[in-house]
């Protein structure tokens, strides 16, 4: 006889979009889905595929003589406890991770401060930008007349790229910005010029009918916000990963590359969640004595770190990702997580307490209630 089947809807990872999605389960595992907003949109499929991936970290590992072995979680977080109070506060860093949930950056957030020590998450390639002053919606882009890219949204963001030809069909003129020159960009727009880099774009042609898509690290962008402004055009930024801009709004600093490499470069003990430097620069974390990576596959980085905490993926856990547009958006557990993988923001609550801090909570409950307070 067959299993019991249930759906369980969920917010897709793949990117800052937020569409909604189904997973289906039988006997505790996700075997399907399907993208409720963008059908075409392909991306989710390899985020569920990770679910049940035979590589993933399922128990602690601690680096002894250059070689992992498993350990409980008290050894672990007993260790990592230890080695904290070690360092002076300028040494110690945090990572947070716009691909974790609200949740886990704000938990990580609260110990970082407790400890007095710095923290920040990269936003790789999306604009730098403060997502309290914008209210564009997705949904306006097809209402435009007139829409200007910065970057691309077609190859990475597949439902706003959706949304930009729906509103060509309707007579929009289609103006796209970008350093490299790709078919699916010249396909899509009616007009395509090529720029040197993204430091200083200089906009034309920008009125009230006029929506500007940045997908990509403007350095001028505060100057484009306030002059699209002037004449009420809208601008919308959209970031890369799926919370990366929960993880801005609660407060965590928005680094972009190079403020993220001096980051890692200058610390001694790091923690790092949900996040893999090592691929951009193999290098950079020569300097750091104490590394902890907690990461659901042991990455490039988890390779180099002294201690590994598994930690539960988006579909093993609660919480809310915060996407383009500023819209809270609530995930859902479909599964539990492999072995003794946990919550992100469980593993920062056990190892607060090895180090007798009070975070100032008791449930995701109350967390919750502070991330919509800063998100909304």
């Known amino acids: 006889m067959g299993g019991i089947l249930k759906v369980v809807h ?5 990117c800052s979009v937020g569409c909604e999605i189904s997973l289906i389960v039988k006997d505790g595992k996700v075997f399907d889905g399907n993208s409720i907003n963008d059908e075409n949109c392909l991306q989710w499929k390899g985020y569920y ?25 008290n050894e672990a977080l007993n260790l990592i406890a230890e080695k904290l109070k070690n360092y002076n506060p300028e040494d110690i860093v945090f990572i947070a991770s716009g691909k974790c949930t609200n949740e886990d950056n704000y938990v990580l957030k609260k110990l970082a401060e407790s400890l007095k020590a710095k923290i920040g998450h990269c936003i790789c390639n999306s604009p730098k930008v403060d997502y309290s002053k914008i209210s564009t919606t997705i949904d306006d882009i097809e209402n435009a007349k007139n829409i200007i890219i910065i970057g691309d949204v077609f190859s990475e963001h597949a439902l706003i790229g959706k949304k930009v030809v729906k509103a060509k069909e309707k007579g929009a003129k289609v103006t796209i910005l970008n350093t490299v020159e790709k078919d699916i960009l010249k396909l899509n727009g009616d007009e395509f010029i090529k720029v040197d880099d993204y430091s200083k774009i200089d906009l034309k042609y920008v009125d009230e009918e006029t929506i500007i898509i940045i997908n990509a690290p403007v350095g001028n962008i505060d100057e484009i916000i306030e002059n ?19 993880a801005t709004l609660i407060g965590i600093p928005a680094l972009n590359k190079d403020e993220y490499l ?85 593993i920062i609550k056990k190892l607060s307490e090895k180090l007798g801090i009070d975070l100032g909570f008791k449930s995701l409950e109350d967390i919750q209630k502070e991330v919509i307070k800063m998100t909304t």
């Open 10 to 14: 969920t917010i897709c990872p793949g």
């Open 49 to 73: 595929k990770i679910i049940d991936h035979e590589k993933r970290l399922k128990k602690p590992l601690i680096k002894k003589n250059g070689e992992f072995v498993e350990a409980t979680w």
């Open 262 to 346: 001096e980051l890692l470069k200058n610390s001694k003990f790091l923690y790092i969640m949900g996040e893999n430097p090592a691929l951009i620069d193999g290098n950079i974390l020569k300097n750091v004595e104490f590394l902890v990576v907690q990461d659901i596959f042991l990455t490039e980085t988890a390779k180099l770190a002294d201690v590994v905490l598994p930690a539960a993926c988006w579909a093993e856990k609660e919480g809310t990702f915060t996407n383009t547009e500023r819209r809270v958006q609530k995930i859902n557990k479909a599964v539990d997580p492999p072995g003794e993988a946990l919550p992100d923001w469980i």
């Open 228 to 246: 699209a402004k002037a004449v009420n055009a809208k601008v919308l930024p959209v970031a890369k990963h799926c919370n990366t801009v929960g």
